[in-house]
């Protein structure tokens, strides 16, 4: 893939991703204002969560394993080869899909009692009502996730990125439309129509691809195997990862009343950037990395997964210096008001101060677990990942007691770290071939510079813009704020472009073709 087609890509995936968020809040507001927080919404959660918590991890690593044994099965067998593994391996997630949802059905009732022990019984038997109109959406989202991955092997992103805003399009349809008339059900309905539209729309756009449906079931494919055999440590390993956070939130119930729920709500704040930016770039170069591996080419795999490091750092370290030098004003602009007064803003963000640190470093650690992924090596960032775990969880008891919520937030952030960095180690080993650091290196130390200058600067200017414009703690405070971020973003540019750092011709190309694309798409020119 060449730069041009990347930074295109990586652009239309930010803008798509950056709308799937605002429909989401959008989603989120009504169903708030339709049902409010009463046991309704109670159920419904829960029964949309079960499908998610059992299902979600699953589709994630099919489709993070399949994408390089089908690169791989094309490279060395050609396309017909690779078309019979992939319909074998979409009858296969369909038929298992079904056996469980069957299961599921069931036992609606036991998972529900399992999940939300502490429903009462009419508001368990409402859940389990919903979990069984749900349910079926497990099929669709493996399936999705099998098909986006033969998508992304092919370049094909932007259908992949528009089919979460069906599903958001179709609950939000359901709640204000129907959910008056016909209560929580429609919402339950709702979000299975939403799935089955994310999941169809995605059938036209493989005509595009080099994939042709063949109607094989070929039992005993060894591509087959070999995704059977990756997939099981990509679960554990993503599964290891929520451990984390509910490890954090077992110590912050400990703490003060309100830890947890900064704790979380800093939490939020933290992963917008990464979730846009550091999602949007992952989910672009993975193919590219799994082609690499396919083809053998390692020293091209080294510098692409290099090259992409730094571009990754580059776009997320001033954000994560820009976050914990305004950390407060952030704070406040989203979410002091009502309830949430002055001192949940202090102690929400006293946590955001140590996850900040981690912006960068978050985003590129799953980088560099993918690029196992792409050598079909899932057993490492397994690995990887309890070592992490057990750093957080003896940081979390050393740090908890002197920064309460703060320390959970820290003992996060340096695992994070000690994840990325023995990641590399372990790459440079696995791979046979010499990894660029020094010009990674070099990339991450004229930006961290470029980013200190930066935050110090609109640190020095938010103090001033305080006193000019005296808005604190109320909406209007997103005027200075936004000053505050074009002066900050300014800066940065310019201090990047007097240190040359090339990283800053592909960010602005990124941005330059993901407006160019929606524009075309708004106004058609």
Known sequence: MTRATLAKAAGIVAFLTIASKILGFFRETALAAVFGAGSNTDAYLIAQTIPYLLFSTVSYALSTTFIPVYSQIREEQGTEASSRFASTVIWAVVIIGVMLVIIGEVFAGLLVRIVAPGFDQSVAQLTAYLSRIILPM???????GI???????DGQFGVPSAASLL????????IVVFGVRYGITAVAVGTLVGAILA???????LKLTEFRWTGAFDRHNPGVKRVGTLVIPAIIGAGVGELNTLVDRILASGLPEGSVSA???ANRLMQLAPSIIGTSLITVIYPTLAELAAKNDRNSL???????????HFMLAPIALGVLVLREPFVRIVFERGEFDAAATQETAWALLFLSLGIAIFSMRNLVYRAFFALQDTTTPMVLGVVSVGVNVVLNLLLVGPLRQGGLALATTISGLVGLVAGLFVFGRRSSVRFPVKRLLNTVLKTGLSSIVMGVIVWAVYQRAQLVLPWRGSFLELVPVGIVVA?????????TWILRVPELASALDIVKRGVGWLRRKLIGT
């Not at 098909?147 to 092997?153: E, K, R, V």
């Open 487 to 495: 002066i900050g973003a300014a800066v940065y540019f310019l201090t």
């Open 302 to 312: 080294a510098k692409s997964l290099a090259d992409s490091l730094g571009l990754m």
């Open 167 to 174: 599903q958001n399009v179709s609950i939000i349809i359901s």
């Open 263 to 265: 704790l979380n709500y």
């Open 199 to 205: 999941t169809i729309v995605k059938i036209p756009a």
């Open 138 to 144: 497990m099929v669709f989202q493996l399936l999705s």
């Open 147 to 153: 098909l986006t991955g033969l998508l992304q092997a």
